[in-house]
């Protein structure tokens, strides 16, 4: 396809491209991260506090509200504001920490992204700011009072909204080339009476000099003078940027520096100005607290600068406009000429053209959001662990349980990242988590194929995968484990394009290998093929912290684990195969993992430990184990009958081998034979059809076609996991709880559709119930996947007990239209996924809004958890195209 941003993304196959330089980087939250804190005991959220990031710089990174920053997250452009009445500036979003929250931490603010394109050419977010004084008491309050079993209080309930009493901020951003940034501020104030309000736009360095690892600092100077205000700001490695501010606001000047003598009462602070300086400047009145540039002056050099734009009064419906341009050098002769309006225009016609035009209709509206929100999800991730372990030597030595045994993250020393991520949310989850990410990359491909490549290559890449295999799984704590889908949504990624990467292919293949290995030799300690691995992303799934080992002697053998691996070994071997087609080296390597997923297949159904696999047949379902041998010799092996998502995995191993691999790949076609004539139970696994033209076609299933129909029946049971807006992670039928023994142990689980009623992993998440995206969107594929070869001669009742029978393809289509109707307004004109929330209301200033949550009311389809999750839940885009395809 042609168009002007589709030429600059084949121009920016590179990430460290020119038009990639400059994007929404800039992390939402960067307090309450592992990043920043060196504490002896590990409570991020205690050690760096919402209340301590006015006054106290960051290490690692820098946050504000509608952001943007360089790629290297050196420099720094957002929007403060304040209404008259709030005690601090609103320069970043406000949320509860994990132990504030009453389902963990929880962002209590408005805000869409709007609009964007990859090269981030285009950007649009809206921020709803209320124009009574922000509650931040009230709403810590009432999170304490609701308790678990509450709903989560918002904004709203606390009445500051009311009477659409806040200001709708909206921030433009488009790129004159890609180191000119035009920035347009609007402001419309949609309450009923006149309303004062103070935009601040910032520009700032983030900190790289208090650490005593980099004496050099880099300097901003403001000056104003007859017809221009701005702010040249001097860096020695990205050089000199100019931004030029419209009109005539005050410039103030601070340092990026903690007030050591407020927060902390120590005898002096670094600098003669804070970080706060501005704030207090501004809220408090304080005269000597930054620097005040007069008229026709310059500033000293400092490291933080805003432009303080003051309206006594906006009147109702009335907006006002701020400009801002950021450039390259000495600045722009004529910022805000036409040069600005017309960037403005031509970028958001171009965003229109690579979109496929204007949304007309609300799919077409939901999926330009979702992209749009998984756009921005990019933040500027650094991290060097040997560093942070360490302490810096300006800092006092790092406390000795921080490098202690069991200590967070101790054995990731060779952790050293410093990149552009994307991250699962925005705020609730500002740092990259593995299998997050990966499904992040399946409507990436669909809009940027290059940067999606890179993501994945990242994650293998020697700073960041261990030395043993592993994959990162997430910043708090690396060494968890998270499902292997990285080999899927390569494939993904690699069939997304019409001329097909193999070089990628065979890149993230060799690191894979690695990865598998590690697999294979840590999470199956017994060597019979089925597999642990702990929680596996899906946090409270089981009665029991599957992540914990269990009573002496006891262990798990997880159905989920080892159908992730079954599923892990086909995706190996269709990158092995593809690959073949090229370098016939690679033939044998796809043979070890055809061989490896029929051993894992063999298992998992009837052999394995006291053999017991996790197949059960009285149920027609798949269920975790839990064993121990005795003296003799034999093996104890349970059931944990609880029918969880844990139990549909097994539907994920699946691949089909297409004609062209007997034909061109004759030592393959002819191992397999071997294999099925000297072990003939593993043509269980395997099905053959014949063509008309007389070749083959081969289908591996952990999951023989009487087993598949028993579990697909328990799947599409409207009384067990099919809601009306996708598989739930839990059967329903569980709602009235059951117990169930583990080692010994009596424990109580029990279908929960909405939020967590456990604090198991911090609470803020629930796989007992909620409708997922990941998942989700996983057995769309595999069922479309096994339509594929049986085509009409494979039906299910769909509802279960409905009388009404569908191909598997017709089912997959209509699990991704449940999926996507979380979205589309239904026959009340409302989104399900808009639950009883304000945006659910009448008022088109909420409705005409798309918030993408991080899971689902498995019930009513109410968005729960993080509430800008257009990282996974932006797979919503894709279902939305037609996706998958055969590939």
Known sequence: MSG???????????????????????AARQWGTVREDYSADGNAWGYFSFDHARDRAYRWGEDGIAGVCDRHGFLNLAVALWNGRDPILKERYFGLSNGE??????????????????????????????????????????????????????????????????????????????????????????????????????????????????????????????????????????????????GHPTMLVTDNETDEIGLFGRGRNPSRYTKAGIDDHVVRGAADSCQVVEPGAASQPGTKAAAWYHFDAVAPGESVTVRLRLIRGDGHGRAFGSTFGSTMDLRRAEADEFHGGPP?????????????????????????????????????????????????????????????LSMPDEWEYPWFAAWDLAFHMVPFASIDPAFAKDQLLLMCREWMMHPDGQLPAYEWEFGDVNPPVHAWAALQVYHAEDTPDRTFLARVFHKLLLNFSWWVNRKDPEGNYLFEGGFLGMDNIGPVNRSEPLPAGWRFEQSDATSWMATYALHLMRMALELARHDEAYEDVATKFVEHFLSIAGVSARFGSASRGIWDERDGFCYDLVSRPHGDGTVESLPVRVRSMVGLI????????????????????????????????????????????????????????DKLHRVLTRMFDEREFLSPHGIRSMSAAHRDGLTVEIAGRTHWVGYEPGESRTPMFGGNSNWRGPVWFPTNALLVQALHTVDTFHGDAFTVELPTGSGRRVTLGEAAGELSGRLASLFLPGPDGRRPADGKRVESGDSPLWSEHVTFSEYFDGDTGEGLGATHQTGWTALVAVLLAGWPVNG
């Open 4 to 26: 002007a941003e589709r030429d600059r993304l084949a121009d920016s196959g590179e990430m460290t491209s020119p038009w990639r330089l400059w994007g929404p980087y800039l």
């Open 101 to 246: 929250g009453n389902h963990g931490e929880d962002v209590k603010e408005h805000w869409w992204v709007l609009d964007g394109t990859p090269t981030h050419s285009y950007m649009k977010v809206l921020y709803r700011y209320p124009q009574a004084e922000f509650p931040y008491a009230d709403l810590r309050r009432l999170a304490a009072e609701a308790g678990r079993d509450g709903r989560e209080p918002e904004l709203s309930d606390t009445g500051v909204l009311a009477d659409n009493r806040f200001f709708d901020v909206t921030v433009t951003y488009a790129k004159a080339a890609p180191d000119d940034l035009c920035v347009e501020v609007t402001a419309t104030n949609q309450g009923p009476a006149d309303a004062r309000l103070d935009l601040l736009p910032q520009l700032w360095f983030r900190n790289t000099w208090s650490w005593g690892r980099d004496a050099r600092r880099p300097a901003l100077i403001a000056a104003t003078d007859k017809g221009w205000t701005r702010v040249v700001a001097e860096h020695s490695l990205i050089g000199r940027y100019t931004l030029h501010a419209s």
């Open 360 to 420: 007309v209709t609300q799919r077409d509206l939901v999926r330009r959001r979702a992209l749009a929100g998984l756009m921005w999800t990019k933040q500027v991730y650094r991290f060097r662990l040997r560093h942070w372990l360490e302490g810096d030597p300006a800092n006092p030595p790092a406390p000795a349980q921080r490098l202690g045994p069991g200590a967070r993250n101790v054995h990731w020393r060779h952790l050293d990242v410093a990149d552009v």
């Open 650 to 705: 097994p539907l994920l191993a699946t691949a089909v081998l297409e004609p062209w691999v007997f034909d061109e790949l004759p030592r393959f076609a002819a191992r397999l034979n071997y294999l099925l004539h000297h072990q003939p139970e593993f043509g269980q696994f395997i099905g053959w059809r014949t063509e008309p033209d007389g070749r083959r076609r081969a289908l591996l299933s952990l999951l023989d076609d």
